[in-house]
């Protein structure tokens, strides 16, 4: 293994080969060096870990935390430019995403019930409904039309307020307080009053649903006495947040993925059935959710290297589902390939809980969008589409869209 590459100053996150392969920069660093360390931008050294194997080492063991009031180095979930932060923050109650076991397994076991493959399953034609609902709204639309905001945002965001029984009147309340928590060029007070406008709403909404419960997960949540008001709404956001804007970015980024490669469109239109596996493989290949972070509680042997107790570590998810070592001629998108084992949902205690929802959402809409629009097609340049290399989840700020003739 030559060691030849540079220790990267801050992660490379531009995209110079192309939308959706891997920055170079972190395609050699995985040849080079797949555990390496990384100087963040504060000064502090850690590490950044890009090989698959080495991810998924990292991912399985516990000895990092995903805890953000640790007293080492700290990268504030947030801010994946990480330069505005280096002191630890408080745990916010609920948010089992950055807690370790057992408080993480003490909340997250209260949902594992309702995400399951045979709920969601349950749930798929509904799912489809609303789906199919958005795109009649679409047809009646004059093109070119912004595809984020008219179907690939409505979708997840309809799908989990009626999970959670949210009402989608009220989404400019989350839709626009995530986005402001997600983007990088905001200012940690801004990002502090987008998190308490989330968390005023959503503490109101579950004190009502404890006096009057309905039939929604966060009604099912509220009826546990030993869960307090707080840790229901940091629960809450959690899954508001994590469900809408993910999948979103993987509907618009998807459907660019597959504009760009007309050959695989066509394959996939002629043949329905290829869909679930198409669905895993853009997963890999576009990586929404590109990088995790985690924190070393102890010295941990990884890849041949030795990370220190107390380093940051980044994980790039990105970088492992294009490692030539376990997906053969990994920036190529082949419909065909044997996705599973992509890490896009993450792996090990934190492996992403609304998975099977994502799949029925993407299947869904990326089934519904192909047969009712067979002309789609981008209405500007694939270079002009905005890129979100500017938030800490990737797809596209807008997907400009045109068709001729929208079909039943
Ligand atoms: C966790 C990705 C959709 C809820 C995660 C993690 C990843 C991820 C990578 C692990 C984070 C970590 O280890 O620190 C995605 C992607 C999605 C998606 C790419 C869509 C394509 C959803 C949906 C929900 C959801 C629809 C619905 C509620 C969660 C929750 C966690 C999580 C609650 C935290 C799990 C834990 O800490 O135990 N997701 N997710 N996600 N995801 Fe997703």
């Not at 408080?90 to 370790?100: I, K």
Request: charged fraction near 25%.
């Amino acid at each position: 293994m030559s060691r030849t590459v540079p220790v990267p100053h801050g992660l490379p996150t531009e995209r110079d080969a192309g939308p959706f392969a891997p920055p170079r920069r972190i395609t050699r660093l995985r040849e080079a060096r797949p555990v390496s360390p990384m100087v963040f931008p504060d000064g502090h050294e850690g590490w950044i870990v890009t090989g698959y194997d080495a991810v998924r080492q990292v991912m399985a063991d516990t000895r990092f935390s995903s805890r953000q009031d640790l007293d080492v180095p700290h990268v504030p979930y947030e801010t994946p430019e990480m330069s505005a932060l280096t002191e630890p923050s408080p745990q916010v109650p609920g948010m089992f995403v950055t807690m370790d076991p057992p408080d993480h397994t003490r909340l997250r076991r209260r949902l594992t019930g309702t995400f399951t493959a045979k709920r969601m399953k349950q749930l798929e034609e509904h799912v489809i409904g609303i789906a199919e609902r958005r795109l009649d709204e679409l047809a009646r639309l004059t093109p070119p039309v912004d595809l984020v905001e008219e179907f690939a945002l409505p979708v997840p965001s309809l799908v989990i307020c009626e999970l959670l029984g949210v009402p989608y009147a009220d989404r400019e309340n989350f839709q626009g307080n995530s986005a402001k928590f997600l983007e990088k060029d905001v200012s940690l007070d801004e990002k502090i009053a987008a998190y308490s406008g989330m968390t005023t709403y959503l503490s109101e909404l579950i004190t009502s649903k404890r006096a009057a419960p309905g039939e929604d997960v966060l009604s099912d949540l509220a009826r546990h006495d030993d869960l307090t008001v707080e840790e229901l709404t940091g629960m809450a956001v959690l899954l508001l947040l994590a469900g809408h804007e993910t999948t979103a970015n993987m509907l618009a980024m998807g459907t660019f993925a597959l504009l760009e490669h007309p050959g695989k469109l066509a394959e996939l239109r002629a043949e329905p059935d290829l869909m679930p596996g198409a669905v895993e493989e853009l997963m890999r290949y576009l990586s929404v959710v590109d990088t995790v972070y985690r924190y070393a509680t102890e010295d941990v042997e990884v890849g041949g290297e030795t990370i220190g107790k107390g380093a940051t570590v980044v994980v790039s998810l990105l970088a492992a589902n294009h490692d030539p070592e376990r997906f053969d001629d990994p920036d190529t998108l082949d419909l065909h390939r044997e996705a599973r084992g992509h890490l896009t949902f993450g792996h090990g205690v934190h492996q992403c809980l609304g998975q099977q929802l994502a799949r029925v959402e993407m299947r869904a809409g990326f089934d519904g969008l192909l047969r009712r629009f067979p002309d789609l097609e981008l209405a500007v340049p694939a270079g002009e589409v905005k890129l979100k290399t500017d938030m800490n989840i990737y797809g596209a700020h807008e997907l400009p869209v045109t068709w001729a003739e929208p079909s039943r």
